[in-house]
């Protein structure tokens, strides 16, 4: 059975709207809360007297995520050092790579679980066919995800916020967002995860 440990100010919400609204939207999106987080969402991204909408993901919407791990070893000591220090450890690059990046066990048995929980290989194929790199030495596995893979591996439902406005359409996620090709209205797939990018977007006019 797959198991969740949730982070804390880690929603959609928090990256894309931080200090915006209420602590009780905020918590709304955190705890699921859909009716509400919903409301917050669209009201995040209404533009002048455009209202924006929230719906379920299309079974055709894609979404590429980053599940990172922790390092092999932690850093802390390295980082505390002196310059001259950091600077004479850093020159020996192999090292580097091979103390801090994730344990490559690790990385190879979590990216096996992970394929087993999204049904096999190619989701996590998909997002290297398209640039994502992949590797211990990163502490990264890419997948690129359907709506119903991707709330195997993070319970609250992927969403897409429909609005107009102007300039391009925003695919967003977590921790950073991505432009996407769209001259006018657009739609944003939101999710609720501490996974660091997602990649969709439609145009309307």
Do not use: K
């Amino acid at each position: 059975m797959t198991t969740y440990n949730p982070l804390s100010n880690s929603t959609f919400l928090d990256a894309f709207g931080a200090n915006l609204y209420s602590a009780q939207q905020y918590q709304d999106v955190a705890v699921g809360n859909t009716a509400a987080a919903e409301t917050a969402l669209a009201q995040l991204f209404n533009y002048g007297q455009h209202t924006a909408s929230v719906s379920d993901a299309t079974a055709s919407t894609f979404v590429t995520v980053g599940l990172v791990l922790n390092r092999a070893a932690d850093p802390t000591t390295l980082l505390s050092s002196s310059w001259g220090e950091r600077q004479a450890a850093l020159a020996d690059q192999a090292a580097i790579w091979s103390t801090y990046d994730a344990d490559p066990a690790l990385y190879a048995a979590t990216s096996s679980a992970v394929a087993g929980v999204v049904g096999g290989w190619a989701p996590l194929q998909a997002a290297t066919d398209t640039g994502y790199v992949s590797s211990a030495a990163d502490r990264t596995i890419w997948l690129t995800l359907d709506p119903a893979q991707f709330q195997t591996t993070t319970p609250p439902p992927l969403r897409t916020i429909s609005t107009c406005r102007r300039g391009p359409a925003t695919s967003a996620s977590i921790a950073r967002s991505r432009p996407a090709p769209s001259p006018a209205c657009g739609s944003t797939t939101a999710h609720r995860s501490p996974i660091r990018r997602s990649s969709t977007g439609t145009s309307c006019r």
